[in-house]
């Protein structure tokens, strides 16, 4: 089974701020990955698909990379509207299975 | 609009059985790939299960196989989550989850407002 190993945990920063969280996956998943949002109470949303495609509606300062093994979210300038749970998740083979998560709070 | 309604949750004790159901409407349920997924209190999201359109292909999480059996039944709309052996780790709140596939790849683009299983003696 393919392990997704998500750092940090957790992490504080301010609005206006650039935030990067990586998703490391234990074997090769070619572009097979997939970033959601979850805020509190409310079901996860995707961002990002195939590691670097926006999905649509979602604001631009939000953008994926990687391919293989290491895969990085970015969010360019904090929003207040971006405090919230981001999980990666690998759709390459079954099981699926989806990082720990990284909570961003507001510093 | 698309709808799913999670039902059957509750408390059971350890080596107990619950049988979870989600009601669809609003879409074509025939026409979608359906998954579980579960959050247990705190703490991340867990893949549970999948099921086909049509059920000719079923993937459990490590976790759950061998206890837990996804099936669906097109005519009612429905998909279930037959879950025995619990044990404490599987307390958590349990979803129902639409599946899209299109030029986008996977999308978990529908989420039921989830269900509670406790599983305590």
């Known amino acids: 089974d393919i392990q997704m190993t998500q750092s940090p945990s957790s992490l504080s920063a301010s609005v206006g701020d650039r935030v990067t969280i990586t998703c490391r996956a234990s074997?090769?998943?070619?572009?097979?990955l997939d970033w959601y949002q979850q805020k509190p109470g409310k079901a996860p949303k995707r961002l990002i698909y195939?590691?670097?495609s926006l999905q649509r509606g979602v604001p631009s300062r939000f953008s994926g990379s990687g391919s293989g093994t290491e895969f990085t979210l970015t969010i360019s300038s904090l929003q207040p509207e971006d405090f919230a749970t981001y999980y990666c998740?690998?759709?390459?083979?079954?099981?699926?299975?989806f990082g720990q998560g990284t909570k961003v709070e507001i510093k | 609009e698309v709808q799913l309604v999670e039902s059957g949750g509750g408390l059971v004790k350890p080596g107990g059985s619950l049988r979870l159901s989600c009601a669809a409407s609003?879409?074509?349920?025939?026409?979608?790939?359906m998954n579980w997924v579960r959050q247990a209190p705190g703490k991340g999201l867990e893949w549970v299960s999948l099921?086909?359109?049509?059920?000719?292909?079923?993937y459990y999480a490590d976790s759950v196989k061998g206890r837990f059996t996804i099936s669906r039944d097109n005519a009612k709309n429905s998909l279930y989550l037959q879950m025995n052996s619990l044990r404490a780790e599987d307390t958590a709140v349990y979803y129902c989850?639409?599946?899209?596939?299109?030029?986008?790849?996977?999308?978990?683009?529908?989420w039921g407002q989830g269900i509670l299983v406790t599983v305590s003696s």
């Open positions: 989850v639409r599946e899209v596939v299109d030029r986008d790849g996977y999308n978990f683009d529908h």
């Open positions: 609003g879409f074509t349920f025939s026409s979608y790939n």
């Open positions: 099921i086909s359109t049509s059920s000719s292909y079923i």
């Open positions: 074997q090769g998943i070619r572009n097979d």
């Open positions: 195939t590691a670097s």
């Open positions: 998740l690998q759709h390459n083979s079954y099981p699926r299975t």
